[in-house]
């Protein structure tokens, strides 16, 4: 049969065909506009400029590639990390306390939830897998990735993509080695083939070999070539090497810099407007710096990417109701509790200070006890119309809470040394960390065009008019539209006047409880030994103050642990430079860089404590011709369910490579039960970089596996095998 329209290509494709030779086809049969239109966002630059700086982001989806002549859907772009951000969605912790919950499981159903709301709005393709690792915690955009290891970002963002693509397409971003946020516009990172194969890709391959439908590449320069245009990444490490079939597309507006580049380099589709390719690609095309196989190659991979999704994408859409649905908010509690980790739990009168109890008096001290506290301002904010403050969670579950801002000291201490316990509420807002966009590169205006196309302000501003009333919520009242400035941070400190409050309540009530609201690492070397009890909260989402009480009251035993490593001391930390030109990327930072340098973390990576004890029995290890098999039993020697995290790290035969962490499973457990656990680590995981051959090396030589509860825990269980 012959392929005219994109129902003819699902047909062929039906009866035998190739998606391949389906896309091929179709394509060939596109005039040249058609196909120039599918490679970059179908509004138009000055228009769209307008209806993003008018909240547009939040507003409707992002569409690219959509022919109507032949029925070509084209995609329906809306993020976000923490929840859909176009409409009035439900807004999940972020993603780093996900992360923190180790549990993939968990994950997908997050990513199941936030999918069914993506449809429902609308949109068919999604940017919420954000895995880029946490190198140095003053990141700005920390809070959207799941942590500093390889493995475990892996890990968790293959389950958010599993459940988004019951639903919709997922997009992996930002690729690669974006992990700077104020000099995201300007900075090359050089990085050798090493550090960029074992350690700032990894992840990537996992949720390409998870079956991730779309890429989305960095704002950033790699090894002196951008990310946007970058063939080495696009096509020479994503296609060749790893047999990505999906299609790549452009981060916002400045995402690629030369549009003949870019498109011969192996990006697809330059978003989210008719920008730099409108402008440059048909003389590139004249002049033979572009030929036209390179434009339907990325063409084909567009409508290919479509035809294999079809059969989730022309489901039908479930309505606006689903928005905020119970259920959805449920899922956000029971994050927002199996997130938080506990870090310090103090005895105080021969009993430790948590869990509190619902029957007596407790003082919550701090302004963020009592705002809608969710995260950055940027691409990931969700417009939740019904956000939880940590306040209104402890006044839900206990009797008498009393509350003062801490603004004054005096006035918070002696509400403090009333009650029972208190609870100090503090850490960071949108204000001080979050995607930056701020001052830049003069030089980017030049990339803007002449002005807009009108015929296609015609078509843009009638799809405008169609647009559903969306309400934004109160909280959000005296930010700036558009995106907030956010940004790297200036300190991994609390604020001098948070310390302050933390000293001033601790000096009159020994059971003093911080809580912390931060998208990562906050060093607490000077007022830690004040207080009793200590919890990363992260932003906890919609339901963050129900979540966190319920972990401070007990009805949930805290099993969260860290995804990073807190240092006693900023100098114990590879060095972060916020305005950058150049900078090196190498395989030592998070509880690598710690462990090769002598220097013990205030809180290791994978650390957390729980209301009950764990015993770990048992452990053996035995090994096929292609994984290593790693079991045993965790017994809970408490009177209180819980859950345990049993870590694998795998030490190299090379004395001078990082270790590794090469697998890991939680086990809920009840108060006198016990679990088994089999952890299966492929041997390819164990497998090192060959710089010279740019191929991977297998496995040999003796390794060691520490299998424990935290990065260097001294009471791991240690097998020597020889591969």
């Not at 190739?18 to 394509?27: C, F, H, K, N, S």
Request: some cysteine; hydrophobic content about 45%.
């Amino acid at each position: 049969m012959t392929i005219i329209t994109f129902d003819d290509a699902l047909a062929a494709v039906a009866q035998g065909r190739t998606v391949g030779d389906a896309a091929r086809e179709l394509v060939a049969n596109l005039t040249h506009e058609e196909r120039l239109w599918c490679l970059d966002g179908d509004a138009p630059t000055w228009a769209g400029l307008r209806f993003l700086s008018d909240d547009g982001y939040h507003k409707a989806p992002f569409v690219a590639a959509e022919i109507e002549r032949v029925g070509l859907p084209g995609i329906r772009f809306s993020d976000g990390p923490r929840g859909a951000v176009v409409g009035n969605a439900t807004c999940f912790p972020v993603s780093m306390a996900r992360g923190a919950t180790w549990d993939p499981a968990l994950e997908e159903r997050v990513g199941d939830a936030i999918g069914t709301e993506l449809r429902a709005i609308g949109a068919n393709l999604t940017g919420a897998v954000c895995v880029n690792l946490l190198r140095h915690p003053a990141w700005g955009r920390a809070q959207e990735t799941y942590g500093e290891d390889p493995h475990h970002v892996g890990e968790m963002g293959a389950a958010l993509t599993r459940g988004l693509q019951r639903h919709v397409m997922a997009n992996v971003k930002h690729f690669a080695c974006n992990s700077m946020e104020n000099a995201r516009f300007s900075v090359d990172i050089e990085v050798d083939d090493v550090a960029l194969h074992e350690v700032y890709l990894p992840h990537f391959r996992r949720i390409v070999d998870e079956g991730v439908a779309s890429v989305m590449s960095a704002y950033n320069s790699v090894n002196g070539e951008w990310a946007g245009q970058n063939r080495e990444l696009l096509t020479c490490v994503l296609r060749d090497e790893w047999g990505f079939e999906g299609f790549v597309i452009s981060d916002w507006i400045f995402g690629l810099r030369d549009a003949a580049t870019s498109v011969k380099a192996g990006l697809d589709i330059e978003m989210p407007y008719r920008m730099v390719r409108a402008t440059h690609l048909p003389a590139a095309i004249e002049s033979g710096d572009v030929t036209w196989d390179d434009v339907d190659r990325a063409v084909e991979h567009v409508v290919g990417t479509l035809l294999r999704f079809d059969d989730v994408l022309s489901a039908p859409s479930p309505s606006r109701d689903v928005l905020g649905a119970h259920e959805h908010r449920a899922l956000a509690r029971e994050v927002a509790a199996r997130s938080a980790v506990l870090l310090r739990n103090e005895d105080v009168d021969g009993a430790p200070v948590l869990p509190l109890s619902a029957h007596e008096p407790v003082a919550v001290i701090g302004q963020l006890a009592a705002v809608v506290n969710v995260g950055d301002g940027g691409s990931s904010d969700v417009w939740d119309l019904e956000c939880h403050t940590v306040l209104d969670g402890l006044r839900a579950a206990i009797d008498d809470v009393s509350f003062d801002d801490g603004t004054d000291l005096a006035r918070a201490a002696v509400i403090a040394a009333a009650a029972t316990a208190a609870v100090v509420v503090v850490g960071y807002t949108f204000v001080d960390e979050g995607e930056y966009i701020g001052e830049t590169d003069r030089s980017l205006i030049s990339l803007f065009p002449a002005a807009d196309e009108p015929d296609v302000v015609d078509l843009y501003e009638g799809t405008l008019a169609q647009i559903p009333m969306i309400v934004k919520p109160d909280h959000l009242s005296q930010r700036p539209q558009m995106f907030s400035r956010g940004g790297d941070r200036t300190s991994l400190r609390l604020a001098v006047h948070d310390v302050e409050l933390i000293r001033s309540v601790a000096a009159v009530n020994p059971r003093t409880i911080v809580v912390i609201q931060a998208g990562s690492a906050v060093i607490a070397t000077d007022w830690i030994d004040s207080v009793a009890g200590v919890v990363q909260a992260w932003y906890g989402g919609c339901e963050a103050g129900p979540g966190l009480a319920d972990v401070l009251l007990g009805v949930v035993n805290p099993s969260a642990r860290l995804p990073f490593s807190v240092p006693v001391d900023e100098a114990d930390l590879p060095s972060f430079d916020a305005n950058a030109t150049r900078f090196t990327y190498d395989r030592w930072h998070g509880w690598w860089h710690l462990a090769h340098s002598g220097t013990a973390a205030a809180f290791p990576f994978g650390f957390g404590l729980s209301y009950t004890n764990f015993i770990m029995t048992g452990v053996e290890v035995s090994m096929d011709e292609s994984a290593i098999s790693i079991t045993g039993t965790v017994r809970n020697a408490g009177d209180c369910d819980g859950a345990d995290v049993v870590q694998v790290y795998a030490e190299l035969p090379d004395q001078d490579a990082p270790a590794r962490l090469v697998g890991f499973a939680r086990l809920d457990v009840v108060a006198g039960g016990a679990d088994r656990f089999d952890i299966v680590v492929p041997k390819v995981r164990l497998a090192t970089r060959d710089p010279e051959a740019r191929a991977w090396r297998p496995a040999s030589g003796t390794h060691r596996l520490l299998v424990g509860r935290f990065a260097g825990d001294p009471e791991a269980v240690g097998f020597g095998l020889s591969l």
